[in-house]
């Protein structure tokens, strides 16, 4: 990679646990015989950037499963609270020294290597950077988000966010505050956020497992095999088609408003 700070420390975070409200134990989820999770261990792996995987789980006895996992597949792993993803991440970075942090959601079983390593080597490159993703404007595939941000930038969320959709989603903090950080968005050459391609109910678990069961024996797949199937099969596209993009950040917004309210009560 040209140009680059290869004395930089890129860590991949996978955020886990079995406790989801929509579709509970999904991080274990069956997928053409193999758990999601390790799938999307395996599909980061398959990334040139990335240093080194962690998983960042919580201290609840039912996520001692994820600690198992993990260890069947040589990947670091801590665990957290529960609730307070914010604090479980930066905790995570600052135990195994990363200067640079992918977040990794362990709903998203479509997770391009190739598009990862693209937004940290754009992030890399433009050293100015504090954050960078494909999520502020999104035309990459729900289920592909990729976001890359600074130690510095995460630690600094960590001691300033107060806001519960800022502790519970890692990074809102960091780029809501375009004054404070230096952020930056990677779109693709088409607009495809209309695809639904994550994990968060039954008819999502549907279409990665048809999704899967046609193309898994390709090994690591990309973006490009799976819109090509849909070329082939458009009727999959019907399976989760309607779901509300972001559906977890947009619950934690109505904290924010009932924080506030009792603030003033």
């Known amino acids: 990679m040209e140009n680059f700070n290869i004395s930089k420390r890129v860590i991949a975070i996978v955020q886990a646990r079995m406790g989801s409200t929509r579709l509970p134990a999904k991080t274990m989820a069956d997928i053409s015989g193999r758990p999601l999770l390790a ?27 994820i600690l198992q996992l993990a260890a069947q597949h040589c990947v670091r792993a801590y665990t957290g609270s529960v609730d307070d993803v914010l604090d479980r991440f930066y905790q995570t970075a600052k135990q195994v020294n990363a200067d640079i942090i992918v977040r990794i959601g362990a709903d998203d079983p479509f997770k391009d290597p190739k598009v990862l390593d693209k937004i940290v080597e754009y992030f890399l490159v433009h050293r ?79 279409f990665a497992r048809e999704v899967y069961a046609r193309l898994f024996h390709k090994g690591i797949f990309l973006m490009e095999d799976v819109l090509a199937l849909l070329q082939t099969e458009p009727a999959l596209t019907k399976i989760n088609q309607g779901i509300e993009r972001y559906a977890g950040y947009k619950a934690s917004l109505q904290k924010d408003s009932d924080q506030e309210g009792n603030r003033k009560g």
């Open 39 to 65: 799938h999307i261990i395996e599909r980061t792996k398959a990334s040139r950037t990335i240093d080194e995987i962690v998983v960042a789980t919580t201290t609840e006895p039912e996520d001692e499963a």
């Open 128 to 206: 100015e950077l504090d954050y960078a993703s494909n999520t502020i404007e999104p035309t990459f595939p729900e289920g592909l988000d990729i976001e890359v941000f600074s130690f510095r930038a995460l630690e600094r969320a960590w001691k300033e966010a107060r806001l519960p959709s800022e502790r519970e989603h890692v990074t809102p903090y960091i780029w809501k505050n375009p004054t404070r950080f230096n952020i930056a968005n990677v779109r693709h050459e088409v607009d495809l956020s209309h695809l639904r391609w994550t994990l968060d109910y039954e008819e999502d678990l549907h």
